[in-house]
């Protein structure tokens, strides 16, 4: 009989969290705290400014805590992404796995396939293989222990974000400074004349 039921979800972090540095350890004591008194379980994974959740427990107490999560001003663009049935509860050891793609260590495995799509366009396919991973690599209570608390806050990411944006941008970020540099030169010869 498939009676645990499960739901998906994917969202954007918003602007203010993450230059909040509790914001990830916040939501993993809430979570871990709340969960295990409605016996619920899952993981969330965090990466590139996306979270993506995995849930399950009683259907009402699973979709009225989904509820109250779409509700929080911490993320945004808030996607569900699949629901359905199980005969038996995934992960019985954790009340709230969090892992931050971010953090050194993570399984490349894991991180190349969080980075290969935005969680928000993921399919049942991208979904079933974000869990195996999951299941496969994080298959421990130590494992989860040790990088919330090696991450403690999100400056990894927002040191991540700003190094891909100047990445991104770096030709016209040289390009710039040099006609700055130029312009300071031009405009010291003008004065000097
Ligand atoms: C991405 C994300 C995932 C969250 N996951 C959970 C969760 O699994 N369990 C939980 O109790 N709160 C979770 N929260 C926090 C809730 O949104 C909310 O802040 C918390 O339930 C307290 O709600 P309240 O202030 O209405 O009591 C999450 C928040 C975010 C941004």
């Not at 295990?36 to 009402?60: H, K, P, V, W």
């Not at 989860?144 to 990445?167: C, E, P, T, W």
Request: charge should be neutral; proline fraction near 2%; charged fraction near 15%.
């Amino acid at each position: 009989m498939k009676s645990m039921f499960y739901l998906t979800y994917a969202s954007r972090m918003t602007w203010c969290a993450s230059v909040n540095k509790d914001v990830f350890t916040d939501i993993y004591r809430t979570s871990n705290t709340f969960n295990a008194t409605q016996n619920i379980t899952g993981f969330l994974c965090f990466g590139n400014g996306y979270f993506f959740q995995y849930l399950e427990g009683d259907e009402s107490k699973v979709r009225e805590l989904y509820a109250n999560i779409c509700q929080d001003s911490r993320h945004k663009q808030v996607t569900l992404l699949s629901t359905g049935y199980l005969s038996h509860r995934r992960f019985v050891a954790w009340d709230m796995a969090f892992i931050n793609m971010h953090s050194p260590n993570i399984h490349p495995e894991m991180v190349d396939f969080f980075s290969l799509l935005t969680p928000l366009y993921w399919q049942n396919a991208d979904i079933e293989r974000m869990i195996e991973l999951f299941e496969i690599h994080c298959n421990t209570n130590q494992f989860i222990a040790k990088y919330v608390h090696a991450d403690n806050g999100s400056a990894i990411y927002r040191y991540a974000a700003l190094h891909h944006l100047v990445r991104q941008h770096r030709n016209f970020l040289i390009l710039y400074s040099i006609l700055i540099l130029i312009w300071a030169v031009v405009m010291t010869l003008l004065y000097l004349d």
